[in-house]
């Protein structure tokens, strides 16, 4: 089994930074694979980023490519989603998930699909104004 929990969340004014952390317990086996979801009032949650913490290879949703950084600590206990240059439309409750290996569908968010991810977290909200 594995937990995981979201911290970090906030108001700031756009162009400002926030920097959410996921702490993660549990079987290590599982959360190979981590990644950050979002999900805005009335739309569909979207991947936003995720890293296979085996390699260190990270993929990002292009909204935020130049803008956002996920990483890990060494022992795969944080995950981390610097955000840098906020926008409004970054505003959303903010989701930690993990599994244990990556996976792909490229007609439901590629490398973020939700498919790879089998436990998530309560959420964070962040609010950015213009």
């Known amino acids: 089994q594995v937990q995981v929990a979201e911290s970090g969340g906030g108001s700031v004014q756009a162009g400002g930074s926030l920097r959410l952390s996921c702490a993660a317990s549990?079987?290590?086996?599982?959360?190979?694979?981590m990644g950050w979801f979002r999900q805005a009032p009335g739309k569909e949650r979207e991947g936003v980023a995720a890293i296979y913490t085996l390699d260190g290879t990270t993929y990002y949703t292009d909204s935020v490519k130049g803008r956002f950084t996920i990483s890990q600590d060494n022992a795969k206990n944080t995950l981390v989603l610097q955000m840098n240059s906020l926008k409004p439309e970054d505003t959303a409750m903010y989701y930690c998930?993990?599994?244990?290996?990556?996976?792909?569908?490229?007609?439901?968010?590629?490398?973020?699909?939700?498919?790879?991810?089998?436990?998530w977290g309560q959420g964070t909200q962040v609010t950015v104004s213009s």
């Open positions: 549990g079987s290590t086996y599982s959360r190979n694979y």
């Open positions: 998930a993990a599994g244990p290996d990556r996976c792909f569908d490229s007609r439901r968010g590629g490398w973020l699909t939700e498919d790879c991810f089998s436990y």
